[in-house]
């Protein structure tokens, strides 16, 4: 928290602080000495941002991937509601909300935070136990997209989809013994895509519950990808379609 009793958290890396920058997020800069960035310093001065220097060490040891020479001090992430999520699918055309069932590694929330905004989802929801968080790491991944698209948490999964039952959505879960193929669907509704754990894929009970059950049909000899990689696969296929 800084002076002021304002929750923070840190975002590292050029791409991602000056993601936060345009999102107007950022409180404070910390540049490693003898580094600086001109346009980074342009946008920091412009917003009347805290400019500070610090060792190569003591940016490591605030953060532990490679910040390349810059940390930055900004706001919490801000998660939105389930109901702005549905609020929002309202008004477009074949939304898609995407469900993330206990994704584990940063990396691969960052992942596919970045490819759900790039392909147009509504909002992502997510829940707030077993599952990572916005941190750091996610965001640097990310690179700016989840400034720029509604992210929920819930306490429970299979409620949050029985709220977008309601409201018209249809709920699609993946597993790879599933025998229909992504493409056998057409997508011409509202789409509440579930994308499971890194190990355990879909959890039964969410499984039971979806409306269609898909797989990405695959070639060769490996039999399954990284659920960000998959993601990635799936909503440029389903957006495919509904083109």
Known sequence: MNNNNQRT?????????????????????????????????KLATKQNLEITYAKKKDLNNMVAGNHQGIVAVVKSFKFNILEELIIAANNVDNPIILVLDEIKDPHNLGAIIRSAEAFGVTG???????????????????????????????????????KLK??????????????????????????ALIMGNEHKGVSPLLTKNSDFVVKIPMLGKTNSL?????????????RQIQL
């Open 9 to 41: 958290q840190l975002a590292y890396g050029r791409n991602n602080v000056l993601a936060c920058l345009d999102a107007g997020i950022v409180i404070k800069i910390i540049f490693q000495e003898g580094f600086s960035d001109e346009k980074i310093i």
């Open 166 to 191: 309601k409201t018209g959505f249809w709920v699609v879960s993946t597993d790879l013994k599933a025998e229909q193929n992504v493409s056998d669907l057409k997508y011409d509704f509202k789409t």
């Open 124 to 162: 992502i929801v997510m829940k707030k136990d077993r599952q990572v968080s916005i941190t750091p790491a996610v965001m640097k991944v990310a690179t700016g997209a989840q400034n720029n698209i509604l992210i929920a948490q819930v306490t429970n999964l299979s409620q949050a989809l029985e």
């Open 226 to 238: 990284n659920v960000s990689v998959a993601t990635g696969v799936m909503l440029a296929l389903i």
